[in-house]
């Protein structure tokens, strides 16, 4: 069975950088779409994106475009959220949700957590000079 866990959070000032990871287990992620969620406290689950990991197509929220970044990893068993440009209104839980397996006439990924069936534990991002 398919076990998620997230890390790479942590403290960071205004504009600076982390990368998140996804590590899987039990399975590999090639059927899978893979989404990253965060929630701030008091706030709604928000999604950032997504990817499609039979062909690393990604989406991405409007919030965080042209800052995050969506990849997988040579194993096929990660998947990366690179985080540039932060802001203080990305201080949140993060966390990386599986939908899948996908099937064969699936495509593409969409990051709305209703779809997403395998949650990780999270991890705490702090943006704060």
């Known amino acids: 069975q398919l076990h998620l866990v997230e890390s790479g959070g942590g403290l960071v000032q205004p504009g600076g950088s982390l990368r998140l990871s996804c590590a899987a287990s039990g399975r590999t992620l090639d059927d899978y779409a893979i989404g990253w969620f965060r929630q701030a406290p008091g706030k709604e689950r928000e999604g950032v994106g997504c990817?499609?990991?039979?062909?690393?197509?990604?989406y991405y929220a409007d919030s965080v475009k042209g800052r995050f970044t969506i990849s997988r990893g040579n194993a096929k068993d990660m998947v990366y959220l690179q985080m540039n440009s932060l802001k203080p209104e990305d201080a949140a839980v993060y966390y990386c949700?599986?939908?899948?397996?996908?099937?064969?006439?699936?495509?593409?990924?969409?990051?709305?957590?209703?779809?997403?069936?395998?949650w990780g534990q999270g991890t705490q991002v702090t943006v704060s000079s």
């Open positions: 990817i499609y990991n039979r062909d690393g197509t990604t």
């Open positions: 949700a599986a939908d899948g397996p996908l099937k064969a006439f699936q495509s593409g990924c969409v990051y709305a957590s209703f779809r997403y069936n395998l």
